[in-house]
Structures are given as structure tokens and as C-alpha cells.
């Protein structure tokens, strides 16, 4: 049983006859269909249906010769909103199944960012009709939350958010000199780590963490695809799944200059919700691709 089906709604769901009765509805009754007839392995296809806003189920498989389709594995999605990175992906198959992870670097983030791929599908038709995708593809990133917190915000005067976006923006740049060999600007960001460290081993004694640290995001457990984050509460929304009836929260937030959506079931959200304050909390990173 997947652990994140819960963040799209469906947390009653704990038997496998159960899930074999949403898989039958998403193939039947599906809202997306994305067919690759060139595999190697035969017709591969890929059903999507929604079963809240922009959240639902995906159900991956294989046609076999006599057109009778064999669902591989399904696992539950959540489309984010807007393009969040159109840095350079590199994607990997899984070992076990046909389905990919994508790895992207991004300066704002400061670790490789490592996601689940949501359209497989359309990935592989574009892979298998030129052979060799162009660099710098739009990626909309989002995240599935199994629990979260909502945090008060930081208080911040108008020229220290205007001063902390000036100081992101030139270490982006030292840390881009850095990746192509400039020396000072890796002594430059390694004199700045050591004044954060001094800072906050200062701070830390009087200091909540969290009144120190506005937002990160950090890997989190063994799975690559997990983060831990905390930001900022840009927008949200609330919706209800359409076969349980559960409330699911949408939440845009932004998170060390990066903004990307959340979507989490409301019974494993601690806190009220508005905009301004943080979330914090454990999502499975997925990202889609547009081509």
C-alpha cells in the first residue's frame, strides 16, 4: 500500500481490495491516457484521474499481444502550479520498474534536488521520437505531505527581507564562480559559512532554532526523493477529495527563494493556515516535465 495515499485523500484506504477497485476506476474511467508504442517491451500506457484538484492516482502497465492491458504499479500525484526550475534534469530509470527519477541542480537550494517523475509516459515518447532531449527543460516541482506544521512567521522589517534577498543573490553567484573553479569565490563561501556558524552557535544558546532558520530544505531518511522543508506560506486553497470526501490543503510556499505547491490531507495538518506563517513538514518530491 502506498504510504502517501493519504496526502490525496484516501487515508480510510488500508486493504489491497480496496486499492484494486481505485486502479479499475482510474483505467476505466481515466482523465489522462498517455500511450508509447515504441517500447521495447511492448505498448507501455499510462492512466491518470483526479480525484481532487490536480491530485489523484496514476496506474502504469503494459498492453500485451492481445491488447488486454496488465497495470505495473500506481502511485498517487499532485500537479504543482507554475515552472519552478528550467535548470538542467538528468533522468534515471528505475531498477525495478519503468518508472524514472530526475535529478536538478539548483543554485537556490544549495543540494541536488532529486524528484519522481510524473509523466513517465510523455518522457519516453520524447526520448524514443528524437533520441536526445535539449537541455534546460521546464520542471514544475510539487510535494506529498503525510504530516506538516504550520509555524508562525519571522518577524522581518522591510530593508532586512530587502538586504537577505541581495545577500541570496550574490552567494548564488559566488557559488556559480565556485562550480567553475574561481578561487576566491570558494574562499569567499567558505569565510561566510564560518560567520553563519559563529552566528548561530551565539544565537543558539538564548535563541529558538526556528526564530534563527527562516526556512531550509534538506534531505530527509534514506529515499532520495525525501525533504524535509520549511517556508514561507505564499497561497493555499482547500478541496475535497470526490469519492471520500476528505479535505486536502493546497499550499504554495516558498522555500530558500524556490516556490513549489504542497498538497497534504487536512486531518495531518497541525495548525491553522494563512498566509504569512510556515510550513513545515516531511514531502515526496515529484516533478513534471514540459515539453
Known sequence: MHSYLRAVGF??????SSIRQIITDVVENYDDKTIVKDHPEGVFAEF???????CGITVCGQYDENNVFYPDYYFPFFR???ITTQENVI??????????AGACDDLRIGVTLIFYLQNAAEYMKEKYKSGMLPDGQPLTLSGLAREGKILFPVEKDKEAVKAERELTKNRNHLIAAARNGDEEAMESLTMEDMDTYSMISQRIVTDDILSIVDSYFMPYGIECDQY????????YM??????TG???????IEC????????????????ELKIGRRFKGIIWLQGQLHY
Open 228 to 235: 524535509s522543508v520549511m517556508g514561507e506560506i505564499i497561497d
Open 256 to 271: 530558500n527563494d524556490m516556490q513549489f505547491d504542497v498538497c497534504i490531507n487536512r486531518e495531518d495538518l497541525l495548525g
Open 11 to 16: 487515508s480510510k484506504i488500508t486493504k489491497r
Open 246 to 252: 476528505e479535505k486536502i490543503c493546497q499550499i504554495t
Open 80 to 82: 504543482g502550479t507554475g
Open 91 to 100: 533522468i534515471e530509470r528505475h531498477t525495478e520498474k519503468e518508472s524514472f
Open 48 to 54: 491518470s484521474k483526479d480525484y481532487g484538484c490536480d
Open 238 to 243: 482547500t478541496f475535497e477529495n470526490i469519492i
